[in-house]
């Protein structure tokens, strides 16, 4: 780890400074850009997500960290009730137990042949904490574990990926992310037999992401029949998911009082999710970093902790400054919530001729005046893990000072997706 980096003139303790005055004090050594994470608002994050979880574990969702340091540091605190990671490939989930790292459920099925391999040759050896569980929706994922030499002696855990989707019209319209195919108890049920009758496979827990809660922000900005849209559409999946979430619990729960593990929701939906009492976990990561997309929703408010900051190269005339890079923008459907957002100086916005750019970021408003060649522009990511592949490391700052400098997963050379 890199030794702290301590700006002069670092003011008294007792001295009261603004996020960004702060920050920018504990980065002022640092050329542009570069990515940072304020620690003090990522801790009171990982606190908040265990308040509203109210004591069911939660499992961290690493695509939205992306760095070990990181995960290192939300796991390290038992008493958050934050246990165990939700990797999103089979490969990167091997490199964390490779790493120390326990209790890793992959999140997405696997055709990897070789990570599958691997994952069946390590099980013969894993303690029961440090196991890798892959997820299953299909007969076709059972057969590749057994063709990768899952059998008797050398099981491996799976769970099942079931669709919390809102069904309307008899399936006719659908809300929600296209994940799993398996949608009723009777679908459940059928591959939980195909599971149970499988010598080398063992049925650990399902899962159910209520992306249409979760994920989508009910409160979009200057759209408020969408808002009310939104708020209407996800009361409804609550009410329709609680019913159906325990009858598919009920379906895929093997006989015999083995623990089962039920996993639910994301950052977005946690209080409705742990409000079912069959739901043993929930899983968040994003509500750590507290990304721009939070912005839009009324239910809770996550600190923003996650940074990149962009140099100012150019000033083609009043009113707007040009950044160097910036164009990191945001999976999901295309649209203008996906690119990152100014954060300050408070007032600038993006050019809607050219948003974020891969060369230069157009940055508007009269605050663009203020800003001289060499200053810079602190943004935010519109989701969270992602700003990780741009940058090979991380600076973290507590108070007005860094106090360390971390890879991530980039920087320590690994692509998993």
């Known amino acids: 780890m890199a030794m702290p980096i301590v700006p002069s003139g670092v003011p008294d303790a007792t001295v009261q400074l ?92 696997s055709v990897d042949r070789r990570a599958l391999a691997e994952l069946v040759r390590r099980s013969q050896s894993y303690a029961p904490e440090h196991r890798v569980t892959v997820m299953v929706d299909a007969v076709e994922h059972l057969d590749a574990l057994e063709r990768a030499g899952a059998t008797a002696g050398s099981e491996v855990d799976v769970w099942i990926d079931a669709d919390a989707g809102l069904w309307l019209f008899d399936g006719r319209v659908r809300v929600g992310p296209k994940r799993s195919p398996l949608h009723s108890p009777e679908q459940l049920t059928l591959l939980a037999r195909e599971v149970w009758g499988r010598p080398g496979l063992r049925l650990a827990g399902m899962m159910a992401y209520e992306g249409q809660i979760a994920g989508v922000g009910d409160q979009p900005p200057g759209q408020p029949l969408r808002a009310l849209a939104i708020k209407g559409m996800q009361a409804l999946s609550r009410r329709e998911l609680r019913e159906r979430r325990q009858k598919l619990v009920a379906a895929a729960t093997p006989a015999g009082g083995a623990p089962f593990f039920v996993n639910a929701g994301g950052t977005g939906s946690i209080e409705s999710s742990v409000a079912e009492p069959w739901v043993t976990e929930v899983t968040a990561g994003s509500g750590l970093f507290g990304p721009a997309l939070f912005d839009d929703y009324t239910r ?65 408003g009269a605050a663009a005046d203020t800003l001289k060649i060499g200053d810079r522009v602190w943004m935010r990511h519109a989701k969270a893990g992602e700003l990780c592949e741009r940058f090979d490391r991380l600076y973290l700052v507590s108070g007005d000072r860094i106090v360390d400098e971390v890879p991530t997963y980039r920087g320590e050379g690994q692509c998993f997706l």
Not at 21 to 27: M, N, S, V, Y
Not at 54 to 71: D, E, M, N, Q
Not at 329 to 340: C, E, F, K, M, V
């Open 18 to 109: 603004s996020d960004h005055d702060r920050l920018e004090r504990a980065c002022a050594g640092l050329d542009a850009p570069f990515a940072c994470v304020d620690l003090d608002a990522f801790d009171s994050n990982r606190e908040a997500l265990s308040r509203r979880a109210g004591g069911t574990s939660i499992r961290v969702a690493s695509k939205s960290v992306r760095c070990r340091a990181l995960l290192e540091r939300v796991l390290s605190d038992e008493s958050t009730g934050i246990r165990g990671v939700l990797a999103l490939t089979l490969p990167e989930a091997l490199w964390l137990t490779d790493h120390g790292v326990r209790d890793v459920v992959v999140g997405y099925p």
């Open 300 to 364: 809770f408010r996550p600190k923003p902790a996650a940074f990149f900051v962009l140099p100012v190269v150019r000033r083609p005339g009043r009113h707007v400054v040009t950044a160097l890079g910036g164009g990191y923008i945001a999976s999901g459907p295309a649209g203008r919530d996906r690119l990152p957002r100014p954060w300050w100086p408070a007032g600038l916005s993006l050019d809607p001729q050219e948003g974020a750019g891969e060369t230069q970021t157009p940055l508007r």
